[in-house]
């Protein structure tokens, strides 16, 4: 049909508005003589506002409006009827008229529009497409609608009391309901939209200011066109879209940033959020209306698209929905406002953790080989350590088709505005201006005239398994690709043994200032005890004067910033430091910069060893690791995902892998499917993993069947040992003590809030294990060498409770009542951090803290003195309070140990008992014939006989045991048998542990006695061949992380490992958890209650 | 006699390394829990010209119980009673073991600044002292040159 798109038709109109009102009355009242009966009229006026008006107010409505039908409609949609309104208790918000330019009538459009004009550009609004829709008249009348007449589109939204009996939640106390309304020009309202689809996007497109519409006639239902129209005649219209300027403009929704980790902290969902989401899935709705298809999209949201995962197809279910109109439910909010605690999130099977893996490792086996440049490097790599090369090569090199502009940012659609076609004569009109395309981020609704690109992530995780030479490779690489040219296109991964000239290094203005200047440096952060493994390996491998390192930790850390962004510094090649130095010197609060040198350059690379340390998101040294600038970026890990499914995004976000980096996109499309058992997740984590990783294990075989590496075997086995009686009553005497108070946590339901308490029962019952003394000063708690005091009193994951938990707690206990909110914080800090407190003074015996203890109020004190003063206070009957700032009352409850190790030094008291006070421990080692060798080291020591007397101790030994103290007690027995042995624990400082690590490669020292947590990762022990663990740790992972230090590359002996496990302890109920725990990962995702009873069981358990 | 405890020893050194001004103590010889404790009677006071002898001894269960202190020179003051001893929370229910010998002698020198006829001990000097302040400040004054001036120049 052809018809005329004449813009001046209705001019006279639109400009004078003031007189719309006089026309508007003389009209209704030529109609007013309609002749119906009120029920009748009633009726009629009903079934247009709809039922839930009732018929009283439909006839104060009717009396209102004079008797006349149309202006008791326009007045009801109008809210004219402000008795009926205010009765229903409803409101009735005016949105903004749809009509384009210069219309009056709504004065708010106004302010905006002029705002608008300040955008500098050379259109106002594009031509998006045109549908036809089809409308319901609310008025009746001759010659009212005349075929192509103008119409303008106005929406109201109208909040309601809800339907009784519907199923609400509290917030939605009404719910709401949207009306499109459409006017003739000169504003009389002539009907309604019925499709409420329609209705819904129209009105959020206006709303949100990003289309206007317009409208024409087309067609009355009755097909008495141009006569006489009925109330309810159905009417087509056809709406034509446009896009405005302004809507590119506007500030995103929640933008997704790709410099920045701000949005780390997944902030609020409000309600301006859900508004976003309905412009979101207005626009989509919007594109399918006017059929318009994206140019560039990623398959991935192709994908989604299909499956509906945001697609405008939602809307259906929006409006099946009771929600439907943009509020989501009170919970659901919540649940935005108070995402769950992620610490708790379901732990990941094996079986998963494998077929995450699995597709990752299936093509590795093809990638081809790469030398490194012999010249420099001295190592000859493994054929999988040369695919490795060739691999990490491949992902620091873009694609060179990756760099053009056609390379769209992943979460992003590119779209083509379309030309407006006049109809009549089919002519295409190009309107001449700029911006031919736009782009859509069908994910967050945000619209942009620009290019989208990506930030292309450089780098990648590599997940070798343990002891396949993760460092060897990266060292490698680093040789490979020493000097880059910055133009990436200049570099060839072929011809990288040609050395590149100085001049191509990296060339940058000398002259101008460089806020974060690049430098050639990698930087490889690592745990503190593998800071030295990892300078002697560069310098092993690296031809002399090839390259260099430096270390940056402890006092060598005077990098000048001015002379590096100066150009005046040789800067060294590798640059190694630990999480804990990286930690110290990061700032997260936004205004206060960090002033380090590390977080003010561009590294070339960084590569973040044993990079599980960062995989829970909202730690400091998280933190501290994205806010490193670098060219490229690599992750080493033997596990990439220890507990949880999120354990990895850290990583990717680390990676700055796209869109995977995002969180909200993350677990969106990852982390809720995950969650909610919806298997198909496991498959887009793999997806997502598949270019990112590179895993291979120990059995793996290469393509000729050959194992990739060859290790000889392992064998482990447990030695089941019976306490002597003398054990077993001290035993079951603290076995029942605990028993005792365990039960009455039980009883009294606290077992949660007494989880520390709990477990240093624990605690206290395997020291009996492994000997009693160890368990006879009291307090101990397990409080072993972790690695830069991170850890600081952890319980590790299985524990669940940490110096986080405990410092919250404190916090809310007492945080606020103090004005001395600094010196706690401080305390805190210390606390955290690991520093040693048995050098403060106890405010009481003047003395170094002896088992020191940390109050509410953060002020320490020895455990004894503080006991007696309560004692003293109780005899007074006064309450415990803090001695120093007599806040209280305080428990000893409230005391938290923060002693390090066991304080051997005598308690000074009083004075009578300072002699006899002297610890068992010197008593121990003093007086030869008092040293009673527990059931496990007269074990232990019968193991070393044999061993010695078979061959004459050609195999060295490892010995690994939590608690220090027993290492203390080994070392004792083993001097007094003449073994030669080195120690390494947690106290050591870094120097120590390079020199006690070397002495042990060397010939006549047979023995290492290593803390279990200490030795964990990193430290190669393959001068061993024996290792003993004395005791069974929570998570069996942990022991086994320890056994591969010894058989891993390297190893040339068969590796024998004995486990000594107590038979009736503790220690073999802790065996059996260690064995269900895996069975219990593997039903895809626990809930956190369901976890909490598990943990609760397994306590129980211990207890039976 | 048994050994003295660590905390005894370090405050007595530090309480002669890092002396406070205006007060001075020392510990006996024979008898390392008890000291001898001049006040010098702070400016602006009463007290003002005069030095003040005390006795200060540390019982068995310091410093879960406060030390005994007490004055031996002559003062008029409502706290502190014709005994020479002292009204001061902090030597009776306010006492705290991160409380020390230094903070002690702070306090009681405080308190001869700020006699509080309040909480009185002397109730005599409280009442004067209440009725009619200024009389009893030059009381105070007086029985400071009568009694705590003669000391001065320690004759010893």
Redesign the interface.
């Given at each position: 049909m052809a018809y005329d798109f004449g813009d001046n038709f209705y001019s006279n109109g639109e400009t004078s508005s003031s007189s719309n009102s006089s026309f508007f009355d003389t009209f209704t009242n030529d109609n007013k003589n309609l002749d119906f009966s009120t029920d009748t009229n009633l009726r009629e006026l009903q079934s247009i506002v709809g039922s839930e008006v009732s018929l009283p107010d439909l006839e104060n409505l009717w009396n209102a409006s004079s008797g006349n039908l149309e202006k008791a409609i326009n007045s009801y949609f109008d809210n004219n009827m402000n008795k009926e309104n205010l009765d229903m208790n409803t409101q009735t918000s005016s949105r903004r008229n749809a009509k384009s330019t210069n219309y009056h009538e709504n004065d708010v459009e106004v302010p905006r529009k002029k705002a608008r004009k300040n955008v500098a550009r050379d259109w106002e609004r594009k031509y998006l497409g045109s549908i036809v829709v089809s409308g319901q008249s609310t008025i009746t009348g001759e010659n009212v609608i005349n075929f192509k007449d103008k119409i303008t589109f106005e929406s109201q939204v109208y909040y309601q009391k809800p339907i009784r009996g519907r199923k609400r939640s509290k917030l939605q106390s009404c719910w709401q309901s949207t009306v499109l309304k459409f006017k003739s020009a000169n504003g009389m309202q002539l009907g309604i939209i019925n499709d409420s689809k329609i209705s819904f996007m129209v009105s959020n497109l206006i709303d949100a200011g990003v289309c206007e519409f317009e409208g024409q006639i087309l067609l009355v239902g009755n097909d008495n066109c141009g006569e006489k129209i009925e109330l309810n005649d159905e009417m087509y219209i056809e709406m034509k879209i446009y896009i405005l300027h302004a809507a590119f403009s506007r500030e995103p929704i929640f933008s997704i940033s790709r410099e920045n980790n701000k949005y780390m902290a997944s902030g609020p969902a409000s309600v301006a959020d859900h508004k976003a989401n309905d412009r979101k899935i207005a626009v989509l709705s919007m594109f399918e209306q006017c059929g318009m298809k994206a140019r560039q999209s990623s398959v991935l949201t192709q994908e989604h698209k299909l499956a509906g995962t945001l697609d405008a197809e939602k809307i259906e279910e929006h409006f099946q929905n009771e929600e439907w109109t943009g509020f989501k439910s009170a919970s659901s909010i919540q649940q935005s406002l108070f995402p769950p605690n992620d610490e708790e999130g379901p732990s990941i099977s094996d079986q998963q953790l494998n077929a995450l893996y699995e597709k990752a490792q299936m093509a590795d086996m093809n990638i081809p080989e790469c030398e490194p440049p012999a010249h420099t490097f001295l190592y000859s790599l493994r054929r999988y350590q040369k695919q490795a090369l060739h691999w990490m090569l491949s992902k620091e090199t873009l694609d060179p088709n990756q760099l053009t502009p056609t390379s769209l940012h992943p979460l992003w659609e590119e779209y083509e505005f379309p030309v407006q076609i006049y109809h009549e004569t089919g002519e295409m009109i190009d309107d001449g201006f700029s911006n031919k395309l736009f782009y859509f981020n069908p994910y967050t609704g945000e619209l942009s005239l620009d290019f989208q690109k990506v930030d292309q992530c450089r780098g990648g995780i590599l997940a070798d398994e343990m002891g396949l030479g993760k460092t060897i490779e990266i060292l490698s690489l680093i040789h490979s690709v020493k000097y880059p040219a910055i133009d990436p296109n200049q570099v060839d991964v072929v011809d990288l043994t040609e050395e590149i000239k100085p001049s191509t290094v990296r060339h940058v203005s000398l002259s101008t200032y460089e806020a974060y200047p690049k430098i050639k440096t990698t930087l490889i952060v690592c745990p503190m005890s593998l800071l030295s493994q990892w300078r002697d390996e560069v310098h092993n491998v690296s031809a002399p004067d090839t390259m260099t390192v430096e270390v940056y930790y402890g006092k060598k850390r005077n990098w000048d910033l001015k002379a590096i962004r100066a150009r005046k510094v040789d800067l060294p090649d590798v640059l190694v430091t630990t999480y804990g130095v990286l930690m110290s010197e990061f700032s997260d609060e936004e205004n206060k910069p960090a002033t380090s040198p590390l977080f003010n350059v561009e590294f070339l690379r960084v590569v973040l060893d044993e990079a599980h340390v960062i995989k829970s998101r909202n730690t400091k040294t998280a933190k501290a690791c994205y806010s490193l600038r670098a060219e490229r970026r690599w992750a080493l890990t033997g596990t990439p995902i220890q507990n949880r499914l999120e354990d990895i995004f850290s990583l990717v976000h680390f990676l700055r892998h796209e869109p995977w980096s995002n969180f909200q996109f993350w677990k969106k499309y990852i982390q809720n499917p995950f969650d909610k058992k919806d298997l198909r997740a496991l498959g887009v984590v793999q997806g997502v993993l598949e270019p990112l990783v590179l895993r291979r294990t120990k059995n793996m075989r290469d393509i000729n069947g050959q194992p990739i590496i060859d290790l000889p075997s392992k064998e482990v086995e447990i030695e089941y040992l019976e306490f002597s009686p003398e054990e077993q009553d001290i035993y079951d005497s603290i076995y029942t003590h605990s028993k005792t108070k365990f039960n009455y946590y039980v009883k009294s339901g606290s077992i949660l809030s007494h989880y520390a308490h709990i477990f240093q029962l624990l605690v206290r019952l395997r020291q009996v294990c492994d000997h009693p003394i160890l368990a006879i000063s009291k307090h101990t708690i397990i409080n072993e060498d972790d690695e830069e005091g991170v850890n600081d009193l952890a319980f590790d994951e299985e524990g669940n409770l940490n110096i986080d938990h405990l410092i919250e707690r404190f916090m809310t206990n007492y945080g606020e009542r103090g004005n001395s909110a600094n010196y706690q914080i401080e305390m805190l800090e210390k606390l955290k951090y690991g520093e040693d407190f048995s050098n403060r003074e106890c405010?009481?015996?003047?003395?170094n803290l002896v088992n020191g203890v940390l109050m509410p109020c953060m002020h320490s004190a020895c455990r004894q003195?503080i006991m007696?003063?309560f004692q003293?206070q109780e005899l007074?009957g006064?309450s415990g309070?803090?001695?120093?700032c007599?806040r209280g009352p305080i428990t000893e409850n409230d005391l938290l140990d923060i002693s390090k190790k066991n304080e051997e030094k005598p308690s000074?008291?009083?004075?009578?008992n300072?002699n006899d006070n002297d610890n068992d421990m010197t008593t121990f080692e003093e007086s030869d014939a008092n040293l009673k060798l527990s059931a496990k080291l007269g074990a232990l020591l019968r193991k070393l006989n044999n061993l010695r007397q078979e061959n004459k101790m050609t195999e060295k030994c490892v010995i690994f045991s939590q608690f220090t103290s027993m290492l203390d007690l080994i070392g004792d027995v083993l001097a007094k048998e003449n073994f030669s042995f080195v120690r390494l624990d947690g106290t050591q400082q870094q120097s120590d542990r390079e020199r006690v690590l070397r002495d042990f490669k060397k010939p006549g020292i047979d023995i290492i006695l290593i803390s279990l947590r200490a030795g964990g990762v990193g430290l190669n022990l393959t001068a061993a061949s024996r290792a003993f663990l004395m005791d069974p740790w929570w998570n069996s992972s942990i022991e086994d992380q320890a056994v591969d230090r010894v058989h891993r590359i390297g190893q040339k002996r068969e590796v024998r490992v004995t486990r000594f496990i107590i038979k009736n302890s503790i220690e073999e109920k802790m065996l059996s958890i260690q064995k269900r725990k895996n069975a219990i990962a593997c039903g895809l995702g626990m809930s956190k209650d369901e976890l909490k009873a598990h943990r609760i069981e397994d306590l129980r358990e211990l207890f039976s | 006699m048994?050994?003295?405890?660590?905390?005894i020893i370090?405050?007595t050194e530090r309480l002669i390394a890092d002396a406070v001004p205006g007060i001075n103590a020392r510990p006996h010889e024979e008898n390392l829990r008890y000291f001898d404790v001049d006040i010098t009677g702070p400016e602006q006071s009463p007290f003002e010209g005069g030095v003040f002898k005390l006795e200060l001894f540390l019982p068995e269960?310091y410093?879960?119980?406060p030390p005994r202190v007490r004055f031996l020179t002559k003062i008029y003051h409502p706290n502190i009673d014709k005994l020479g001893r002292i009204c001061l929370d902090i030597l009776k229910?306010k006492w705290?073991?991160?409380?020390q010998i230094r903070t002690v002698l702070l306090s009681i020198q405080a308190l001869l600044s700020a006699p509080n006829p309040d909480d009185p001990l002397a109730n005599d000097v409280a009442q004067h002292w209440k009725d009619n302040e200024p009389e009893a400040i030059a009381k105070a004054r007086e029985w400071t040159q009568t009694y705590a001036e003669r000391i001065v120049p320690p004759q010893e």
């Open positions: 405010p009481i015996c003047y003395d003195c007696e003063y003293n007074l006064k309070q803090c001695p120093v007599r000074s008291g009083t004075s009578s300072t | 048994a050994t003295l405890p660590k905390r370090k405050e269960e410093p879960m119980s229910d705290s073991p991160a409380l």
